[in-house]
């Protein structure tokens, strides 16, 4: 007897709507997964993506609409609630416990029980199946979490939903701090769970990646579905038209700016968290690229320039002024202004509003004789909210409500406000939808036309060749290599990242 494909169908949800306040953010929105299947939600910042997996997850209760699992009417009262039913979330922000074990998290919450006594030998055997089933060399029970890589971290996220026993798993932007290597042995794993019949609902940005993972797809738009198919079926252009509503035209747009004098100079600079000592350049109007692996050096090297991390020995010149040292308020001072790649650890001050966050670096222009006129403040980051396409409701809302991309625009427009002369960018387009992406791009073009210089850390090799005038690569904390962004390719920069040297290099040691 034939399987129909009514009869792999895990997942039905039906018209669901979903408003806050005035804002309408899901809209009749129809969704399927089937069993074995990775399907692609995909849409801008906003899009309704994360409140219908929240909706999916029992985190938030739709105003309308119908949900079945397996056929079963299907409205968990919260989300310990959808994971008794089979829901499992992989969230962009781990949630581990760090100073516990391996073994411990994947337990933590559902350890085997007999008569109110915890079962060891029991956990032991249930935890040893899923991490056979993983099989990542770095995982073993007994290692504390915080020894482990980002993408290690992941793994044990997902041996947490195995252990389970989830028949829906969603993963949020689950390649967005990981290493190549640690992508792969991910898709490597999301193909063995497809094996053993998990569906998959799968959120990024990476549409190059999305196009290589999934299955089928659907798009968001403004809450409502744009557009559904087979993933091998679509072209990209195609994707995106969908997405944003409009042709796109362009992913890097390039604004002509000239490249004046050095206004950063890092000299034989060894920040406390830094392997080696660095030396740099970065100039008026010019777009520095900083390529290389995680762990290479380049997130240390930006904390050392902003004062985050104390120096060792070597110096930081800005403009014509050297300095051996200096903390963090001082560096805003001197004209530079940092986004740092850990948004929600200390990028951004969460409980806090839209309007803390952007201007906190900087209320003087708010202030008269020590007191805050709290009415020219609204004013003003109501228009950095629409200059950066902020989806918030008013500068008031709290930053924690908004969603991870929205987040990013609202550090953004703090530098914006900053008006920093040396923009240091750590990862500044993580969790950015594409079309916002290009917004971006054309903004850090734009400043770079205004004279601004811009330090800017990317693991994403495109975005760097085509928005850099000039790329730098580090390998294990040195600069292995720096020159114009013509004169790389991905595969030059992969090379150089990962051995330490050139193609060119290479060729020369022959004898």
């Not at 406390?272 to 740099?280: D, K, S, T």
């Amino acid at each position: 007897m034939t399987r129909s494909p009514a009869d792999d169908l895990v997942l039905r949800m039906e018209d669901i709507s979903k408003s806050y306040g005035a804002t309408c953010a899901l809209a009749g929105v129809r969704f399927e997964l089937r069993r074995g299947e990775v399907h692609a939600l995909l849409g801008e910042n906003g899009a309704g993506k994360s409140t219908l997996v929240k909706v999916l997850s029992g985190a938030v209760r739709p105003d309308a609409g119908r949900m079945s699992i397996g056929g079963v009417p299907y409205l968990p009262a919260g989300p310990i609630d959808g994971k008794r039913c089979g829901v499992s979330m992989i969230y962009q922000e781990l949630t581990l416990c760090p100073h516990l074990t391996v073994e411990e998290n994947i337990m933590l919450g559902k350890e085997p029980r007999r008569r109110g006594v915890v079962r060891p030998a029991e956990m032991r055997r249930r935890v040893r199946e899923v991490l056979d089933f993983m099989r990542h060399p770095e995982i073993a029970a007994e290692v504390p979490v915080r020894k482990l890589s980002v993408g290690a971290k992941q793994i044990v996220e997902i041996a947490r939903a195995l252990v389970d026993e989830a028949r829906i798993l969603v993963m949020d932007e689950p390649t967005s701090s990981l290493t190549l290597d640690d992508s792969e042995e991910l898709f490597r794993i999301i193909h063995r769970l497809k094996e053993r019949g998990v569906a998959i609902i799968y959120i990024s940005h990476f549409l190059e990646e999305v196009r290589r993972v999934a299955d089928v797809f659907t798009v968001l738009r403004d809450g409502r579905n744009a557009g559904s198919g087979r993933m091998a079926d679509a072209p990209l252009e195609a994707i995106i038209r969908m997405m944003v509503g409009q042709e796109f035209k362009e992913l890097f747009p390039r604004i002509p700016h000239d490249i004046g004098e050095v206004l950063l100079s890092l000299d034989g600079l060894k920040g406390r968290a830094m392997q080696a000592e660095i030396g740099l350049a970065l100039r008026k109007g010019e777009i520095l690229g900083i390529a290389g692996l995680i762990g290479s050096g380049r997130t240390e090297t930006l904390r050392a320039v902003f004062g985050l991390d104390p120096i060792e020995r070597g110096t930081v010149t800005i403009g014509r002024v050297r300095f051996e040292a200096g903390q963090p308020w001082e560096r805003i001072e001197q004209g530079l202004g940092l986004l740092s790649e850990d948004r929600q650890g200390e990028g951004l001050a969460l409980s806090q509003s839209i309007a803390d966050n952007v201007t906190l670096s900087r209320l003087g222009p708010f202030s008269r004789s020590g007191v805050l006129s709290l009415g020219r403040r609204r004013e003003v980051v109501a228009g950095l909210m629409e200059r950066v396409k902020v989806k918030g409701r008013h500068p008031g809302e709290p930053v924690a409500v908004l969603s991870g991309g929205n987040q990013q625009k609202v550090a953004l427009a703090r530098l914006l406000h900053q008006e920093a002369d040396i923009l240091l960018l750590d990862e500044p387009t993580r969790g950015i939808d594409v079309m916002s992406k290009a917004q971006i791009y054309e903004w850090i073009g734009r400043l770079a036309a205004q004279g601004k210089a811009v330090l800017f850390v990317s693991s994403y090799l495109p975005e760097l060749l085509g928005v850099c005038d000039t790329i730098a690569v580090f390998h294990r904390g040195r600069v292995v290599d720096s020159r114009p962004a013509s004169a790389w390719d991905g595969a030059g920069i992969l090379q150089a990242a990962a051995v330490g040297r050139t193609g060119a290099d290479r060729e020369e040691a022959k004898p």
